[in-house]
């Protein structure tokens, strides 16, 4: 939906009038879409030498409320006292009782918003000279406010005729935490260190959500957290005077680790300007960085705070912020950055450093599905992860699912249904075909769709996480094997048990690195760590049931007359041989059929379901089931 436009310069305020009468000369300073700069102290509008009215307002300023808890809102009204008055402009602020300092913020979608130092977005104007009766507005008091206000209003009638100075009457604020959060604010470019605090996130950061796409920009991780306001990690932007104001907010789980949000001139990795807010040996910290191209890794810039200022970084109970402004206009690494006249794709993410206060390789991040401009406040979607989301729903399905169910029949049901053929073939061979054909297929499209989104090999080091070195060795692994079916000698042949050694271990070393995969790629990915435990589950189960089956296998072969246990691979009269059954009766299952049988359902329903679980994380996403209550835990 359309936001409210901003003034470009910022911190213009208050009232202003169309004038109705042909434009003359000594009226030219008049303005009819808001307040001058001036207003900020004076609260006069610039109509050349008329003087305000002294007789009392025919305006009124009505709050919703006498007393609001801080970080909450009340409801202000502006309004006609007379039936048939009306006005054309106005210029509505709260102020401090005591120091006449502007307190809070404002939230509307039909007004203009201006800036009064020092806070932001803290005055209301009018976009246009159309008449009014009345202007109700919503005031958000400061969370770590603890005072009285009072909302204060020039309003204009006319050129003429304009009242500076209406007062409503007193709020209370409470503040919203009963102890203060210890923060370090500064101006000047020095490091600054925050104390961690037990005042937690409650009113000391929950106020960052204020405002969220109407004054100011929101981008939040995962998708659409500022509206829940239970937002992993958080970037803010709005314009000022001296540039833009940017918050970062992360959580930090524990250790060094960091929050950065980026500009991009397009939507992948490289060329772009980071600033990562960081806790560093429990320092807070902000620093510029740039992420490169040719290694798509970040470096800090040579002046860390490189167009920065009026920064403040804290770190509360997991939680860790930084606000600042930096410059509108800026050249880092011989590359432009306009922020008043550029559209930028938004990047959130979050991550570890290493040892030396760098930053590794994102836990978590999120791209926006469009440039947008900085004194914008629309809502943004995320860069498709289209192709990464089928990889990885392809691989589990493939490795967890299909390539399990495939390998077990093939190990233990050769002697299971042997009433039943389907073109003189095996059931037990057609399902295992079924299985490793549907495992090839899976790998091989997620294989390709993971090349075309990356667009070439992985930037990610094998020392950062393995998960694409594993898997090519892997997806090699898993191309091979079925031409290496297809060369299968004839049971009789004296190469059989090199085939079934070679058949075994290419199939085998291949699923086992897939699941290995898997497990970096769960990090990579950035699921929730109960998601190992999932694939923990499946690994335990997955073994447990080959224990059970094994033994009932050695069961039954000991109640066969003449059919050997067949272990050794080179014995390919085995029950557990390759691809063919031992000369028995072909027409008779092998003693404890039943039993596998039910084993077999009973880990096909088990297996199935940890993987649905998986695909579900990774398509829905954690929050949205905890929102279905199909999880009810916390990591």
């Known amino acids: 939906m359309g936001r409210p436009s901003r003034l470009p310069a910022a911190w213009l305020l208050v009232l202003v009038i169309a004038v109705l009468s042909p434009p003359a000369p000594w009226r030219a300073d008049s303005f009819s879409t808001g307040a001058p700069d001036s207003a900020c102290t004076s609260m006069k509008p610039s109509h050349g030498s008329n003087a305000p009215q002294s007789s009392n307002p025919p305006f009124q300023i009505t709050p919703g409320d006498v007393s609001v808890d801080g970080g909450k809102k009340v409801t202000v009204t502006l309004a006609t006292a007379t039936p048939t008055g ?38 209301v104007t009018h976009p246009n000279p159309v008449l ?23 309003v204009v009638q006319d050129y003429d005729n304009f009242w500076i100075g209406i007062t409503s009457e007193k709020v209370t604020v409470k503040r919203a935490a009963p102890a203060e959060v210890p923060t370090t604010t500064t101006t000047t470019n020095a490091p600054v260190t925050s104390v961690p605090s037990g005042g937690g996130l409650s009113g000391a950061l929950d106020s960052i959500y204020l405002g969220c796409s109407v004054n100011k920009g929101c981008f939040g991780l995962p998708l659409g957290c500022e509206n829940a306001e239970n937002c992993d990690s958080l970037f803010t932007y709005t314009k000022t005077s001296d540039g833009y104001q940017f918050e970062l907010m992360g959580t930090v789980m ?58 403040e970084m804290k770190q509360i109970d997991g939680k860790l912020y930084c606000r600042f402004t930096r410059q509108a206009k800026m050249e880092i690494e011989g590359k432009q950055f306009d922020l008043d006249n550029e559209k930028f794709y938004l990047m959130i993410a979050q991550g570890p450093l290493a040892a030396d206060g760098s930053l590794l390789y994102h836990e978590k991040k999120q791209v926006s599905n469009q440039a947008t401009y900085m004194s914008a406040f629309e809502t943004l979607g995320t860069a498709s992860d289209l192709f990464v989301t089928l990889h990885a729903c392809f691989m589990v399905a493939a490795w967890v699912g299909a390539a399990s169910s495939g390998i077990l029949l093939a190990r233990y049901f050769k002697q299971t249904w042997k009433n039943y053929k389907t073109f003189n073939i095996d059931q037990w061979f057609h399902f295992h075909r079924l299985f490793m054909m549907t495992t090839w297929g899976l790998t091989m499209a997620g294989f390709v769709l993971i090349m075309i989104h990356v667009g070439g090999w992985t930037s990610v080091p094998a020392n950062t996480n393995p998960h694409a070195y594993i898997g090519i060795v892997s997806i090699v692994l898993c191309f091979i094997q079925p031409f290496i079916a297809a060369c299968r000698c004839s049971p009789t042949d004296s190469r059989r048990p090199v085939f079934n050694w070679i058949h075994w271990f290419v199939g085998n070393a291949a699923q086992t690195l897939g699941i290995t995969a898997i497990f970096f790629g769960l990090e990579l990915y950035g699921l929730p760590r109960w998601t190992w435990w999932v694939m923990i589950v499946f690994v335990g189960f997955h073994c447990l049931m ?16 003449n059919q050997v246990s067949g272990i050794a691979m080179k014995d390919f009269n085995s029950s557990r041989d390759m691809l063919q059954p031992p000369p028995q009766d072909k027409l008779l299952d092998a003693p404890g059929g039943t039993f596998r049988k039910a084993m077999l359902a009973v880990y096909l329903l088990v297996i199935w379901l940890l993987v649905i679980t998986l695909l579900l994380v990774i398509i829905v996403g954690e929050h949205e089931l905890q929102d279905w209550n199909l999880i009810f835990w916390d990591e």
């Open 254 to 311: 524990s250790g060094n680790a960091y929050a950065a949000g980026g500009l991009s001139h397009d939507y992948k990795m490289g060329s772009d300007s980071v600033m990562a807010c960081r806790s560093y040996q429990n320092i807070a910290d902000i620093t510029m960085a740039w992420n490169l191209v040719s290694t798509k890794s970040n470096s800090f810039l040579k002046d860390q705070k490189q167009g920065l200022s009026d920064y």
């Open 86 to 123: 009306s006005f054309k402009g106005f210029f509505l602020q709260a102020r401090d009782s005591n120091t006449s300092q502007p307190i809070g913020t404002f939230v509307t979608d039909q007004y203009k918003y201006l800036t009064c130092l020092p806070g932001f977005n803290n005055v």
């Open 132 to 154: 009014k009766v009345s202007v109700v507005l919503e005031w958000a008091a400061p969370a770590n406010y603890d005072g009285e206000v009072a909302f204060r209003a020039t």
């Open 546 to 561: 080959h224990i059970i089956l094994s033994i009932g296998e050695c069961v039954s072969d000991s109640k066969t007359k």
